[in-house]
């Protein structure tokens, strides 16, 4: 079982009346060309511009830490992602941002960042067993469990003392209640089945038990890792309905 950065928003703008006002500051002893023109032309230009500048367009937001190729892969029916964005390839620290998307103006953030924890080796886009790296890729977010009760999300929740962590990670923390609060990651697993579940359509060899899970102070195998308070605060706040997804790797990996 596995173990467990920049957002900015860009708008662009194409404003129609843009150029009647871009020399509004000159000074000097020509004019204005409203002043030359009769008060009908100079009435009609005025018009014009105050319609060109209400007819805005405004681009639909997209997630700014993305490049083309990460974000072909979140599709229409995606309207809520976590995105866990490395430091390096090689790190074991990342940084994430929740992210919901508006039908109109795109994808806009709703909390973060948070700092969390990925695999000791940091990533890869082809994940072993026992690599000690996380999965690059954008993967759903479905099914959710803990030893502890259901804090209140709308996943299906899978409540039992077997999400045990005993032992100590990388750095001799202490491991016990790391699995407190999970959420699995559908990499290399079947949706719609407890955390525990194991089936492997991948191969074993391709590893598993992926999840999103409390943080223990330190690296984890494959997994990411969140405080606790954000661990509820991201079981309450993912919802089927908008099909959430985790979309994860280093910066490097994912701006492309």
């Known amino acids: 079982m596995s173990l467990r950065t920049g957002p900015f928003q860009a708008v662009a703008l194409a404003v129609a009346g843009l150029l009647l006002t871009g020399c509004a500051g000159d000074t000097g002893n020509t004019a204005p060309a409203a002043a030359k023109r009769p008060a009908s032309e100079a009435a009609k230009s005025g018009s014009a ?22 974000r072909a892969k979140i599709t229409e029916v995606n309207r809520q992602a976590v995105v866990v964005v490395g430091n390096h390839p ?21 909390s973060g960042p948070w700092p969390a924890h990925n695999a000791l080796l940091g990533w890869t886009d082809d994940h072993r067993t026992a690599d000690n790296r996380s999965p690059i890729g954008v993967f759903g977010l479905t099914d959710a ?7 209140g999300t709308k996943l299906p929740y899978d409540e039992g003392p077997v999400f045990d962590a005993p032992g100590t990670g990388f750095e001799g923390e202490s491991l016990e209640g790391s699995f407190d609060h999970v959420v699995a990651i ?19 060899e391709k590893g598993g038990g992926i999840w ?45």
């Open 186 to 204: 559908n990499y290399n697993r079947e949706p719609g089945n407890s955390p525990l579940d194991w089936t492997r359509p991948l191969g074993a």
């Open 212 to 256: 999103i899970h409390v943080d223990h102070g330190g690296p984890t195998q494959g997994c990411v890792s969140l405080p606790l308070a954000r661990m509820k605060q991201l079981l309450r706040w993912l919802d089927p309905a908008k099909r959430p997804v985790v979309v994860m790797g280093d910066a490097a990996a994912l701006g492309r």
């Open 49 to 70: 511009g105050q319609l060109g500048a209400q007819a805005q367009t405004v681009l639909p937001q997209e997630i700014p830490s993305l490049g083309p190729r990460t």
């Open 145 to 151: 469990g803990g030893r502890l009760p259901d804090p």
């Open 90 to 110: 090689n790190s074991n620290q990342s940084v994430t941002m929740l992210y919901e998307r508006d039908p109109v103006r795109g994808w806009k953030p709703v």
